[in-house]
């Protein structure tokens, strides 16, 4: 491909709409929240109140915005669907197409630590042989272009077809690159499941199995692995520490999203807290969320949500994950047959898992690993569940390993 089909539409949320955010901020009730200071009962009063204040009279959204849009921002339909995605070419001899796929509750923004470092790895000390095209399109329904309408089915195995006529067709490309994390993670490895021959490879941030939503209890995040007396003690309290972070998130997404998506659809402040309590949760934040994210970049991502109305349709996926369950392109063994990289993080062990090492050898040794050509397993002490965001300079030196060699 000698020159990109598109022409650049920078994304611009009306000044109606911001106007219309900061009233309802204004309008705020609090609910009453006491002895919640230590969230352990979730986010506090207090503290959220700190964050509903400075949206509404300190955070400066154009400034935010004027940053994303210092990138090229496309949208496009695909089959029918409305995408959107940022852009930025790549800087080296041979670049080849990567695309990036975000998960729940991160927005495309989520991977802007780690867009210049792949696209232009000179300009940060790297090698200009290891340079990527860009992509990083927002998932259909979890911001720009709008609300996501005629897809009520949406969910990953489908948006990976979406990704595929993107690259393919609508782009051009004849053979690219896919990574992602969470959702994304699902969805890319769908990609090394059923168009493995036209992918370099995919590096993902989990490694869970394409059938993971699959079932009548798939909202239970003990994956039928309940707490048993004779569990060693620090196995017990790792299976309770990862049910408090997820397993409210993944039942009520899973068996009552358009519930709880009327509050937030309509509240601001509610809309926040419920992104907030994952943000704070899944990182790797010493108890100081904003070690991890400041004030800016909570509200610049709460923001995406907000503006597009898009929290009903990015609760759907896990839903839809399980209503129209995964099935097989072929019955080959590994599933994912993609040159495969993983990284992990031992913010995530599971249970009886303590090191980065151990991390991996579990991972190799055990179930998971059957389903991918892994090719480059690495896990780091530092950063969670938005490595990406949090350990960026990791999470681009194992991508590059990944497609070392692997490029034309």
């Not at 059923?194 to 590096?203: D, V």
């Not at 939503?213 to 003990?222: E, I, V």
């Not at 009903?312 to 209503?323: D, K, L, W």
């Not at 995964?326 to 990284?343: F, I, K, Q």
Request: contains cysteine; charged residues 20%; aromatic residues 12%.
């Amino acid at each position: 491909m000698t020159a990109f089909p598109l022409a650049p539409k920078p994304i611009h949320v009306p000044g109606t709409v911001l106007d219309d955010l900061r009233a309802r901020l204004a309008l705020t009730r609090a609910p009453v929240d006491e002895g919640n200071e230590d969230w352990s009962y979730g986010v506090p009063a207090g503290y959220l109140g700190e964050l509903v204040a400075y949206w509404r009279d300190g955070f400066d959204w154009r400034k935010a915005e004027a940053a994303i849009n210092a990138y090229e921002h496309h949208e496009v339909t695909v089959d029918g669907v409305p995408v959107h995605f940022l852009r930025k070419p790549g800087r080296g001899p041979r670049p080849i197409p990567l695309i990036l796929t975000h998960g729940w509750p991160w927005t495309f923004w989520h991977w802007s630590k780690v867009i210049d470092p792949l696209a232009d790895p000179a300009a940060s000390g790297g090698d200009p042989a290891d340079a990527f095209d860009v992509i990083v399109p927002s998932l259909p329904g979890f911001g720009f272009p709008g609300p996501l309408t005629g897809f009520p089915d949406v969910n990953f195995w489908k948006v990976s077809d979406l990704w595929h006529t993107l690259m393919t067709e609508t782009l051009g490309y004849a053979k690219y690159a896919a990574a992602g994390c969470d959702i994304g993670g699902i969805v890319t490895s769908q990609l090394g499941h059923k168009y493995a021959g036209e992918l370099y490879g995919i590096h993902i941030g989990s490694g869970l199995p394409l059938d993971f939503f699959t079932g009548p209890r798939a909202w239970s995040f003990t994956r039928n692995r309940p707490l048993t007396d004779d569990q060693p003690a620090d196995v017990r309290a790792r299976i309770v520490e990862l049910d408090h972070r997820s397993a409210a998130h993944l039942t009520v997404h899973m068996l009552d999203g358009a519930t709880l998506a009327h509050g937030l659809s309509d509240s601001p402040a509610g809309l926040l807290a419920w992104l907030l309590e994952r943000w704070t949760a899944w990182s790797d934040n010493g108890g100081d969320v904003e070690s991890v994210f400041t004030k800016d970049d909570l509200l610049t991502h709460a923001t995406i949500y907000w503006a597009t109305n898009s929290i009903a349709t990015s609760m759907r996926y896990y839903a839809n994950a399980n209503r129209y369950p995964w099935t097989p392109s072929h019955d080959r063994t590994p599933r994912v047959e993609a040159p495969t990289g993983l990284t992990f993080v031992t913010y995530e062990n599971p249970p009886g898992i303590h090191t980065a090492d151990e991390r991996v050898r579990a991972f190799e040794n055990g179930p998971q690993a059957a389903w991918f050509n892994h090719v480059n397993v690495t896990a780091h002490d530092r950063g969670g569940h938005f490595i990406p965001w949090e350990n960026p300079n990791a999470w681009v030196d194992d991508l590059r390993r990944t497609f070392g060699g692997r490029r034309p």
